[in-house]
Each structure stands twice: as C-alpha cells, then as structure tokens.
C-alpha cells in the first residue's frame, strides 16, 4: 500500500486506439477454430464484450451514462455488432474536454493509474518464476498497455447463443492443461476511497460495470484497488463476481439488479428476428 499511481505517468506508451478495427481480430480467432476443429461455429450473435456490456448496463444507463450507438450486420444467419466508431470517438472528446477540478488530476491521469494498477499488479511468470528484482522493481516499470490478452468465449444469455471477446487482465494462478477446464482469470480495477454518500452510489455503478465485464467471460474474480483522489494506493478488495449483485442490493443504494439487466437483454437480443 502507499504506491503512487501517477508515477512514471511521462513515460507512458499508450495504445492509440482509435482506428477502426471492426470485428477482424476477432473473427480470424472464430476462423482458426474451425480450421482446427472442422466445425463451424455456430452463434446468433459474435460482437466483443465492450457492446455486450453496453447493452446490459442500459436499464440503468440514466446514472450518468450517455447512451451508445452500434452497428449490426447479418450474414448467414448470425448478427455482427460492433460499436459506432465515430459516436464513441465523439463521446471520448466530450469526456476528455470536461473541465477537471482546479487543484485535481486530469482525465488521462486518472486513466492511467489503472494500467499503472496493472502494472505494480501482474507478473509475467508465477511468483516462484520470477526474479526478486523483477517483483521489487515494479514501482519504476514503464507502463505499457500496448500488448492485451484477450478471451474468446462461448456463452449465451436467454435463448441466444453468443461468441464474445474481451481483454482479461491475468490469470489468478496457472492457466489449466485441460482446454475444457474454466480458467480463473482475475480483472483488476482501480476506485476512488469511499468517504461519503455520494461515493457509495459511484461505486455501485462502477460495480455494475465490474459486474457486467467480468459475467459475460466467466471471469470469477475481481481485484479492486482503492485510492486517493491524487492517486495514491490505500487498500485492495477482493470480491468474487457472482456476489456482487446481492452485495449491491444488500448491502447498497440497491441502485441496480442484475437479474434486471440478465433479462433486458434476454428480451432485447431475442427481438433480433
């Protein structure tokens, strides 16, 4: 605890994400599974979590969201969503030129200091595989979100059958022999202090969010670092993803339901006929 998230923030190497990328990486991995397997994959629906989450979230989305657009095609029976590229650039700009308060970080600190969050998290081999000086020299790594893992999945909510990607952060301890055995990834995620009402309730819906993400890859667990409003680390959480909706209702503002949100889109994506 006590690791400063802004340091090493003018070393950045920072993935420029704004070209259009579509669906491609994805679907070359959907290829190269059926050139493996002979089989074809069959789904009513291939897009990447981030539009899936999107579409859950939107019950709820009047908490300070500002809705979204998206793209679909069908081609032989299967509907390919992706998200708007333009109205997502446009609401990055948006998000970006918000006046930051006058003695606080700006915005593209604050999203650093969840890659810097990774960076002091993660290794890149079990602890026993890596070097003292490795682990201890952490706090002055470069930061680099330029290299992402991502999980390809096979899911389905309601009667829809789905092919979903993402961006995982890490493996909680070693990735199983047996392919068909679950894989405990683990997302990390960084979050203001709670001192105040008005911090509970942005929490609960960053938690939606966490929720959400996590739900559509089976990922089971959530590492949550707590900071500082100058971004510096003061404690970790650790929440197992299939509680945290009855935590919210619990033990919150009950400002969501999951099973709101599971059968909202339920609903919505059998309208796709």
């Not at 602890?127 to 000086?133: E, I, L, N, Y």
Request: hydrophobic letters at 35%; glycine letters at 8%; charged letters at 25%.
């Amino acid at each position: 605890m006590g690791a400063d998230l802004s340091r090493g923030f003018d070393t950045f190497k920072q993935l420029d994400d704004t070209a259009d990328d579509h669906l491609d990486s994805l679907l070359k991995t959907v290829m190269a599974l059926e050139a493996d397997t002979g089989t074809k994959c069959e789904a009513d629906i291939i897009t990447w979590r981030g539009m899936m989450t999107k579409i859950m979230a939107a019950p709820f989305d009047n908490m300070g969201g500002n809705g979204f657009e998206m793209n679909a095609t069908c081609f032989q029976g299967t509907i390919f969503i992706e998200e708007n590229r333009e109205h997502k650039l446009e609401q990055r700009r948006s998000q970006h030129n918000q006046p930051s308060h006058p003695s606080g970080p700006s915005q593209d600190l604050m999203s650093y200091w969840g890659y810097k969050f990774e960076t002091l998290s993660l290794l890149p081999t079990p602890w026993d595989g890596t070097s003292r000086d490795y682990i201890e020299s952490r706090e002055d790594a470069i930061v680099n979100n330029h290299a992402q893992y991502c999980s390809v999945v096979k899911t389905g909510i309601g009667k829809t059958k789905m092919i979903l990607g993402g961006e995982v952060d890490a493996v909680w301890d070693c990735k199983p022999e047996d392919k068909d055995q679950p894989i405990n990834w683990v997302e990390l995620k960084t979050s203001a202090m709670i001192e105040s009402d008005r911090d509970i309730l942005k929490y609960e819906r960053k938690l939606m969010k966490f929720w959400i993400q996590s739900f559509l890859l089976g990922v089971p667990k959530i590492i949550v670092g707590f900071r500082s409003k100058f971004g510096i680390l003061q404690r970790l959480e650790e929440l197992e993803t299939k509680n945290i909706p009855g935590l919210v209702k619990r033990s919150g503002k009950g400002t969501w339901d999951g099973n709101l949100c599971i059968n909202f889109t339920a609903s919505f994506l059998e309208c796709r006929a």
